[in-house]
T-cell receptor, first 109, second 115 residues
Framework: GQNIDQPTEMTATEGAIVQINCTYQ??????LFWYQQHAGEAPTFLSY??LDGLEEKGRFSSFLSRSKGYSYLLLKELQMKDSASYLC??????????WGAGTKLIIKP | DAGITQSPRYKITETGRQVTLMCHQT?????MFWYRQDLGHGLRLIYY???????DKGEVPDGYVVSRSKTENFPLTLESATRSQTSVYFC??????????????FGEGSRLTVL
């Protein structure tokens, strides 16, 4: 079956670095997305990886290893506003998105 | 204003009633999607549309109906609401030319409670 696994909740300290992992099993693979969702709001796009390696975008970076079925989102210099859920989604061979349940990130001062 | 909007934002209804959730986007995006989001689950696709008059089922289509007579509108109808349809519903659109190869833009969500 198809599945996306990510931790339910993580806690980190303001100013620190946090890595949110995502493992995926999809029928075929056409890319891995990360979205941010603040409580009570809509998801917003963060990144898309289809090739192995690290993509950096300011304080946020996303990594993909297709051979391991693994991705992570790296958040640096954490700010209180980064408190949110982070959703991982994989696109299968039919380009259907399979979504993880999300990782709730709690930032403490 | 440009963007993607949903209405109503909040709705309480009773079992057996018909409910329609509206979605409107101003970008002329080809692809539009309806998702539901429940605690402990990832977003689940209900229906999607590749263009006007083209719709297709997603993962959880039962009990829902969609139409897309115009590119900008993609209403979702619950024909006879059930308590299991209590959820937050998100409409999304994409300007990609292929399914799910581009960024999704989500509406603010419609929070539906079925009593």
């Amino acid at each position: 079956g198809q599945n996306i696994d990510q931790p339910t909740e993580m806690t980190a300290t303001e100013g620190a670095i946090v890595q949110i992992n995502c493992t995926y099993q999809t029928s075929g693979f056409n890319g891995l997305f990360w979205y941010q969702q603040h409580a009570g709001e809509a998801p917003t796009f963060l990144s898309y990886n289809v090739l192995d390696g690290l993509e950096e975008k300011g304080r946020f970076s996303s990594f993909l290893s297709r051979s391991k079925g693994y991705s992570y989102l790296l958040l640096k210099e954490l700010q209180m506003k980064d408190s949110a859920s982070y959703l991982c989604a994989g696109a299968d061979s039919n380009y259907q998105l399979i979504w993880g349940a999300g990782t709730k990130l709690i930032i403490k001062p | 204003d440009a963007g993607i909007t949903q209405s109503p934002r909040y709705k309480i209804t009773e079992t057996g009633r018909q409910v329609t959730l509206m979605c409107h986007q101003t970008w002329s995006h080809s692809y539009m999607f309806w998702y539901r989001q429940d605690l402990g689950h990832g977003l689940r696709l209900i229906y999607y549309s590749a263009a006007a008059d083209i719709t297709d089922k997603g993962e959880v289509p039962d009990g829902y109906v969609v139409s897309r007579s115009k590119t900008e509108n993609f209403p979702l109808t619950l024909e006879s609401a059930t308590r299991s349809q209590t959820s937050v519903y998100f409409c999304a659109s994409s300007g990609a030319t292929d399914l799910n190869t581009g960024e999704l833009f989500f509406g603010e969500g419609s929070r539906l409670t079925v009593l």
